[in-house]
């Protein structure tokens, strides 16, 4: 009898190998279906009139011009006369016309009168944080600073950014036999239905979902949103499909952003390194939303006499949303960076420091110490760290300094709940059934590694079926943990197939069925290949009615087959231009740390997309706001600036995958090596130039006012 | 000024002839709006809009009749109008690359561009480079080297990196960092594409 758990290290076919994703060849030759290339006959476009004022009132709106133009079929205010805005770029009202550029014509025509209101864009400034302050505190913290040689105090921060996914928020959708057929970007195939219950008037189960591809969300697409409602209102007063993706501008100010993070830190050390105290004041903001929790100290969280507050800004800008990893780059830059200066003024190595102190890791991940003193031994190896490292400050002569810097992480990443099913068809065809979505984590390759694995066929046997609501329900990919659950769940719904096919053939083969198994393609008696048939023969014998298997995370048979908590650290190899202030990545190094790989050419590509992120929010992208009129002054791809193929230097990946790594169970990869860049580029910047430039992104400007 | 005497194709109508018309010294003249509107009268009979009006593209090899405002780019023309949806709309406004095509083997943004002046010059498009089924050796090497991850950027790179190789069948790093300058990508899958392009390249040259 097949059992669900993972096969041994040595055993495994295509388990953990590099496989190529299988929607590769749809995404190159631009055949894939996004929802923004949804088009169906007769369909409207639909766009938002959206608030050009930070805060506000509606004085006045009118939109009979807008109607009375002919191929405008439905317009909808949003925000009425005596309604309050928050943020410009929230939006006022909404229509669908025959065409795009009618309906940007019918927009102009849409007449509306504002109240201007103050607003409050500055998050830079402890003075505005307003509400409640979160404090906690543990130990003497006075002591510990009474105790301490050197007493450190810094402020760090961390501009908010969007999350410019590139293919923007929104829907295509249509009624039809009443019915909802919708095409939506999302990060959520099978809760996307329930909201738009309201909308649509229509029970879930009424509304079918469909999503093959989706261009982007990390962390930004879990609901049908605003935008998803209005679509559907539109196209249920028109009569007609709609399609409604946000402009870029509005994507950038309304889709998602990452909370800002700033605190005043002090940091007690001895003279040998040891961390004695910590306090820190933080504060941030998410705009109209909450801020989110930061976790200070990060990773050294059992620093002994701590004390930690943080407080809150609001802003008139767009609310926030999970941006991968909500939390942790910010608490990292800020507890790294605050660290890596404290060493400095101690005249300590940074990387014999952080070593030093790793007794005070409050992280949940088992054995946590030496698998950092692991981890940050190989990065150290990788990125030549002898030969390159040098006190803070290169004292080189010449306008270029180069620096070195680190840091190190951690994340969770356990698999979610999650529902598959297994079909052996008696042709021999597989398919594995789940509602799960491709972010590009390569969720389809996933799941047929998987299957194909446990029944012992070709990848090229098993079809995978996912991105729509009418097969087994999947959770939100959120939080890393969709290949932890989706292959726990089809890891199940393929083994309970197998047995199920087992039962059927095993008089064939004269033995019990659970005496057999599949592998290399055939079906046979275990350890004994004399005794087999292949397993199309197999399948034969099922008769003329498929056989199903169904499975779920948590597995049918008890079986954990996915894990959580990992470490990881980076570092940094950066050059500094002092007369311009311009940062370059000579070199980035990834050790990431992760339980068992299901394939390994896209579990790089996982980290090697983080580096990238990561270079982009450390030197380049943040939401500016002008404090002046409230609006974003880089709501577009030219001044939100996303690294290109040239600013991103060399990235060096190393994957921990010894035997111990690999029988952990899966533990999710989207997350934790994107937590880690922008501290171990700052600390590498302030190696380089002997200053800390205190806030993200380290644009020249930053760089200069630091060295000035 | 634009030295280039060539008319857009499909228009009567040249800026240099008409510049001419009025010459430098009508300028400073109350002549200049007498003769400039005598000019536009004259053109009137070859300037089209501003309602739609149908035009042949020669898209793929193919010609395809679309019917279009004179304000419509050609991104949204192939993408409302026809259906070759592999070109994306992302950043309007070209700077990210997602729309790029090739007019007459040369890559541009088709974003940045009207349908109207595409007339009677070559456009291909990512769907003109392979299909699933026949990938081109750059489609494949993209996979191969997983320079993708949710997709929406990976049409306008492999036709950014298909007019490199058309054009530099030996490319350095260098060279491919240069020619993928113009485009971008959100998840970093920039990695991939240095080793995608260099190996598509040696897979084109065996193949020759």
Known sequence: MAKSAWPAMGDRTVLGSRVSRLDGPIKTTGAAKYAYDQKLDGMLYGRFLIAPYAHGKIKSIDVSAAEAMKGVEVVQIIRNVGDEFLYAGDAIAALAATSEELAVDALDAIKVEYEILEHQMDDTTVDNVSGRVRTSEDGDVAAGFAEADIVHEGHYGVSPITHCCLESHGQVCEFKDGELWVWPSTQNVSGYADGLTKSSGLEASKIHVDCQVMGGGFGSKFGADQWGNVCTELAKAAGKPVKLMLERDQELMTAGARPSAHADVKVGLKKDGTITAWESNAWGSGGTGGAGRLQLPYVFGAIPNSKVGQGTIRTNRGSQRAWRAPGHPQSCLITMSALEDAAAEAGIDPLEFFKKNLDKLDVRLPNAENVYIEELDIAADLIGYKDKAHPRGDKTSGPIKRGLGMSMHTWGGAGHPSNADVVINPDGSVAVNCATQDLGTGARTALSIVVAETLGIPMDSVQANIGNNTLPPDNPSGGSTTIGGISSSSRDAATNALNAMFAKVASGLGVAADQLEARGGNVQEIGKPDNSMTWKKACALLGSNPIKGTGAKPTSDGTKLDNSQVGGCQMADVSVDIETGVVTINEMVAVQDIGTIINLKCAESQVHGALIMGVTYALYEEAIYDPITGKMLNADMEFYRLAGHADVGKLTVHMMQTEEHYSRGVIGLGEPPVISPGAAISNAVANAIGVRVPTLPLTPDRVLAALA | ?208
């Open chain 2, 1 to 208: 000024m634009p030295t280039d005497e060539k008319k857009p194709p499909g228009s009567g109508f040249s800026r240099r002839n008409f510049l001419k018309t009025i010459g430098a010294g009508a300028a400073a003249t109350g002549l200049v709006r007498e003769v400039a509107d005598t000019a536009v009268v004259e053109a009137a009979s070859d300037v089209q809009g501003p309602g739609e009006i149908s035009i042949t593209l020669n898209i793929n090899g193919k010609s395809e009749k679309v019917s279009v405002e004179p304000r419509v780019t050609l991104l949204d023309a192939l993408r409302n109008r026809l259906d070759h949806t592999g070109s994306k709309k992302v950043c309007d406004r070209g700077t990210c690359g997602a729309c790029t095509i090739l007019i007459d083997g040369q890559p541009a943004y088709s974003c940045s561009m009207l349908a109207v002046e595409a007339e009677g010059r070559k456009i291909t498009t990512v769907e003109g480079l392979g299909t699933p089924e026949q990938l081109s050796a750059l489609q494949e090497s993209f996979i191969e080297h997983d320079a993708q991850q949710c997709g929406f950027c990976t049409p306008g790179f492999i036709v950014a990196g298909t007019a490199l190789l058309n054009t530099n069948p030996n490319p350095t790093a260098d060279d491919v960092n240069e020619a993928l300058g113009g485009n971008l990508c959100r998840c970093g899958t920039y990695s991939g594409m240095v080793p995608a392009i260099m190996e598509a390249a040696k897979a084109m040259k065996g193949g020759a």
